[in-house]
């Protein structure tokens, strides 16, 4: 950029953002993330369009690339012959995410472990998703240690904790044992404050759709 002629206010603040998450370390991946690799793995030797059903994660990947204020201005639309279409919400956000596209691709085709996609493309267009006040994904710890579950859903868990007494280790009997319990509290949770059941894998899902992401992905 020419120094002579600062960027607006706006492009500031995008030009940090990105900065911000490429310097950062990255994490372990997000649970819906590490649900969707785990969902679509078998997919995506059996099925005969793999390259397409593996170009349609970026999709889901986007977010977690750019981060949470780039995304809120922005929205993964689709993905054809590996070119990614991004919408945007003004033409400051096209201009610097287009300088920043190197290495969000680059960034994008680690996550998808090839180089899957070979181009984005950013348009100025109205954004699908509605800017509301969103419900967390996840309550705090304590809250969700007093969830009660339905007499099906213990049921449910009970023939999980049953099946770990294949585990030897005591140790990682009782922590899987725990994992269980917490994840059938979160689900209770998610579907009391209004999430749906996928009619599919029947996993809990925040989204318009009778299925959810994953399955409409793989679908």
Not at 14 to 24: I, K, N, T
Not at 160 to 189: F, G, N
């Amino acid at each position: 950029m020419n120094p002579q002629n600062p960027p607006p206010k706006e492009a500031k603040a995008v030009e940090e953002s990105l900065l911000y998450r490429f310097q950062e370390r990255k994490g372990p991946l997000s649970p819906l993330l590490s649900q969707a690799m785990r969902s679509v793995s078998s997919a995506l030797h059996n099925n005969e369009d793999s390259e397409k059903l593996q170009e349609n994660l970026a999709v889901l990947y986007w977010e977690r690339v750019v981060g949470n204020q780039a995304a809120e201005a922005t929205e993964a639309d689709s993905v054809n012959g590996g070119v990614l279409f991004v919408n945007t919400k003004s033409s400051v956000w096209s201009h610097e995410l287009t300088l920043y596209k190197p290495r969000i691709l680059a960034e994008l085709n680690r996550f998808l472990g090839k180089a899957c996609i070979t181009d984005i493309r950013f348009r100025v267009r109205k954004l699908k998703k509605e800017k509301v006040v969103v419900i967390p994904d996840t309550p705090p710890l304590e809250e969700l240690k007093t969830v009660v579950l339905d007499p099906s859903e213990r049921g449910e868990l009970r023939t999980q904790l049953e099946e770990l007494i294949y585990i030897p280790e005591d140790a990682v009997r009782e922590k899987i044992a725990h994992r269980l319990m917490l994840d059938a509290k979160l689900r209770h949770w998610r579907i009391a404050h209004g999430w749906k059941v996928c009619t599919r894998c029947h996993t809990a899902h925040n989204t318009e759709y009778r299925l959810c992401p994953i399955c409409r992905l793989c679908s």
